[in-house]
């Protein structure tokens, strides 16, 4: 790993009609990194991620890339056209890459059975899948996920972070997601960056949820939900329920007791 | 040559071979056409057709550069029109495409010089068909399918997810523009036959009958060219035989081959 940045922001921001939609943003990506933002919604994550996959003219600020990098983009949603009839091997060869590295992507995201199938035929599930296999077929340097968890459910989320994970391994690549699930954010990320316009906040996952600006964005009980989940890391999902939903003083202070 | 000299010859076999060269990249364009819901855009673009027949006769340059280079420029004016969203783009399209047309009928109607065959232009015209105009169909054609084979790949996976295409590093805004420059030609060169009211059908129909069996774009494609070929062979055979109008006997081979296949196939849609 070298400690070269694929992707560096500087005080990046980009303007609606003069509202700050991303301000003053300062990103690092290197190899290796796994990157998550969080934020309520309409706190610029989307549009902070095609700034950065030059899809986004940006207002101010600047954004360098190593030249010749391969982005692998996987968007929140593959929404066909019903008229355009298309098998799932003709959209991954679309790629430009050969069958070979489109199968072998495939398999990587366990849906290699279905190289035949029609895409309007995939479950919502399924799709994302082949969207995350269009992408690693690239053999992408950087890796850009809109919420990959998106229609998938709670054991395959967790498969999901870990592929996510091996194929950081695998390729040696920067990787910057999306995500609302912030359980599985946390267990799985290097790094957070809290977004909302601006960063409000960023750093290790077990420290953030200690952060004043992250507690102020997503409320006490979810920030002591996701530091309890961290210092009881083998604990059930039935238990972490228990403590989210209570707000009253008995079980903060109860979930406090733990650190 | 003088059984090519026959054939060309005889108006109906121009019309015919006409018919087949713009059935031959209406089947591809009107793919696209279908897949990017540009039906109605495909009409306003035919309708300002009219227009550039005027203007053409007006500056004097062939009516068929003079129809490409109209069409054209409305494309690329719509294009920029419908990026400041200040008004819904079928609104747009509605006011450009009936606007186009009147303005051009206004132009001719200033013209009393110049004798233009309406109806010809409005429906299309078997008898008007010249060895010239097989030239333009077949030029135009030929350009077309090369641009289209070139592009093809940043053409579909633009059509299939635009910001993935852009990320791929697909040129997508110059691709739109090839694409208009194709619309543009084949409206030009399908025009004598069809007539600009009728243009997009001719498109659409057969790509639409067309996706009902097709598992692939170029399977969609290749069935689009064989059921526009159908639809060209069949419709002026009828207006030759019934003396019927030969656009609109085109358009209704067109949608009785669209009913026959929708009514059959009891394929699952892929």
Same mark, same amino acid.
């Given at each position: 790993?070298?400690?070269?940045a694929?992707?560096?922001?500087?005080?990046?921001?980009?303007?609606?009609?003069?509202? $700050?939609?991303?301000?003053?943003v300062?990103?690092?990506?290197?190899?290796g990194?796994?990157?998550?933002?969080?934020? $309520?919604?309409?706190?610029?994550?989307?549009?902070?991620?095609?700034?950065?996959?030059?899809?986004?003219?940006?207002?101010g600020?600047?954004?360098?890339?190593? $030249?010749?990098?391969?982005?692998?983009?996987?968007?929140?949603?593959?929404?066909l056209e019903?008229?355009?009839?298309?098998?799932v091997?003709?959209?991954?060869?679309?790629?430009?890459?050969?069958?070979?590295?489109?199968?072998?992507?495939?398999?990587?995201?366990?849906?290699?059975?279905?190289?035949?199938?029609?895409?309007?035929?995939?479950?919502?599930?399924?799709k994302?899948?082949?969207?995350?296999?269009?992408?690693?077929?690239?053999?992408p340097?950087?890796?850009?996920?809109?919420?990959?968890?998106?229609?998938?459910?709670?054991?395959g989320?967790?498969?999901?972070?870990?592929?996510i994970?091996?194929?950081?391994?695998?390729?040696?690549?920067?990787?910057?997601?999306?995500?609302?699930?912030?359980?599985?954010?946390?267990?799985?990320?290097?790094?957070?960056?809290?977004?909302?316009?601006?960063?409000?906040?960023?750093?290790?996952?077990?420290?953030?949820?200690?952060? $004043?600006?992250?507690?102020?964005?997503?409320?006490?009980?979810?920030?002591?939900?996701?530091?309890?989940?961290?210092?009881?890391?083998?604990?059930?999902h039935?238990?972490?329920g228990?403590?989210?939903?209570?707000?009253?003083?008995?079980?903060?202070?109860?979930?406090?007791?733990?650190? | 040559?003088?059984?090519?000299?026959?054939?060309?010859?005889?108006?109906?076999?121009?019309?015919?071979?006409?018919?087949?060269?713009?059935?031959?990249?209406?089947?591809p364009?009107?793919?696209?056409?279908?897949?990017?819901?540009?039906?109605?855009?495909g009409?306003?673009?035919?309708?300002?057709? !009219?227009?550039?027949?005027?203007?053409?006769?007006?500056?004097?340059?062939? &009516?068929?550069?003079g129809?490409i280079?109209?069409? &054209?420029v409305?494309?690329?004016?719509?294009?920029?029109?419908?990026?400041?969203?200040?008004?819904?783009t079928?609104?747009?399209?509605?006011?450009?495409?009936?606007?186009?047309?009147a303005?051009?009928?206004?132009?001719?109607?200033?013209?009393?010089?110049?004798? %233009?065959? !309406?109806t010809?232009?409005?429906?299309?015209?078997?008898?008007?068909?010249?060895?010239?105009?097989?030239?333009w169909i077949?030029?135009?054609?030929?350009?077309i399918?090369?641009?289209?084979?070139?592009?093809?790949?940043?053409?579909?996976?633009?059509?299939?997810?635009?910001?993935?295409?852009?990320?791929?590093?697909?040129? %997508?805004?110059?691709l739109r523009?090839?694409?208009?420059?194709?619309?543009?030609?084949?409206?030009? &060169?399908?025009?004598?036959?069809?007539?600009?009211?009728?243009?997009?059908?001719?498109?659409?129909?057969?790509?639409?009958?067309?996706?009902?069996l097709?598992?692939?774009?170029?399977?969609? &494609?290749?069935?689009?060219? %064989?059921?526009?070929?159908?639809?060209v062979?069949?419709?002026?055979?009828?207006?030759?035989?019934l003396d019927?109008?030969?656009?609109?006997?085109?358009?209704?081979?067109?949608?009785?081959?669209?009913?026959?296949?929708?009514?059959?196939a009891?394929?699952?849609q892929?």
């Amino acid at each position: 790993m070298t400690d070269e940045a694929l992707v560096e922001l500087k005080r990046l921001t980009v303007r609606f009609d003069d509202r $700050p939609v991303v301000d003053h943003v300062d990103l690092r990506v290197r190899r290796g990194d796994i990157i998550t933002i969080i934020g $309520p919604n309409g706190a610029g994550k989307t549009t902070l991620i095609k700034a950065v996959l030059g899809i986004q003219p940006i207002s101010g600020g600047s954004l360098s890339m190593t $030249p010749g990098l391969t982005i692998g983009y996987v968007p929140q949603h593959l929404t066909l056209e019903s008229t355009l009839p298309i098998s799932v091997k003709r959209f991954m060869l679309l790629s430009g890459r050969p069958q070979k590295q489109c199968l072998d992507a495939l398999a990587k995201t366990g849906i290699e059975h279905l190289f035949n199938a029609s895409v309007h035929h995939l479950s919502g599930g399924e799709k994302q899948r082949l969207l995350l296999a269009r992408a690693l077929a690239r053999r992408p340097d950087l890796l850009v996920l809109d919420e990959p968890a998106q229609g998938v459910d709670i054991n395959g989320q967790a498969a999901l972070y870990d592929l996510i994970r091996s194929v950081r391994d695998d390729l040696n690549c920067g990787v910057i997601m999306i995500s609302h699930d912030l359980h599985l954010v946390m267990a799985a990320t290097d790094r957070v960056i809290c977004l909302n316009q601006h960063v409000c906040c960023s750093g290790y996952p077990a420290d953030i949820s200690h952060d $004043p600006a992250f507690i102020e964005t997503f409320g006490q009980p979810v920030a002591e939900s996701l530091a309890v989940y961290h210092h009881h890391h083998n604990h059930s999902h039935d238990l972490h329920g228990d403590v989210v939903s209570g707000e009253d003083d008995g079980h903060r202070e109860c979930s406090h007791a733990h650190h | 040559m003088p059984i090519i000299d026959a054939v060309l010859g005889d108006f109906f076999w121009r019309a015919l071979i006409g018919g087949l060269g713009v059935a031959l990249v209406a089947g591809p364009l009107g793919c696209f056409v279908v897949w990017r819901r540009m039906a109605y855009f495909g009409d306003t673009l035919a309708h300002s057709a !009219l227009l550039g027949i005027a203007l053409s006769f007006l500056i004097s340059v062939p &009516v068929n550069l003079g129809v490409i280079i109209t069409c &054209v420029v409305l494309a690329v004016a719509l294009v920029l029109f419908s990026r400041s969203k200040t008004l819904a783009t079928d609104t747009l399209l509605g006011i450009l495409a009936h606007s186009a047309l009147a303005i051009g009928l206004v132009t001719l109607s200033f013209m009393p010089d110049i004798r %233009v065959d !309406l109806t010809g232009l409005l429906f299309g015209d078997l008898l008007a068909m010249s060895r010239r105009d097989l030239l333009w169909i077949y030029g135009g054609a030929a350009l077309i399918l090369g641009l289209l084979t070139v592009l093809w790949r940043g053409l579909l996976m633009s059509t299939i997810h635009e910001e993935l295409a852009r990320v791929e590093g697909v040129p %997508v805004e110059r691709l739109r523009l090839a694409l208009m420059l194709m619309f543009s030609i084949v409206i030009a &060169v399908a025009m004598k036959i069809v007539g600009v009211l009728l243009i997009t059908a001719l498109l659409i129909i057969p790509a639409a009958t067309a996706r009902r069996l097709a598992h692939n774009p170029e399977h969609m &494609v290749g069935l689009a060219i %064989v059921f526009g070929f159908v639809a060209v062979s069949g419709g002026l055979t009828l207006s030759w035989h019934l003396d019927t109008p030969a656009g609109p006997s085109v358009v209704v081979t067109a949608f009785s081959v669209f009913l026959l296949i929708y009514g059959s196939a009891r394929q699952a849609q892929s």
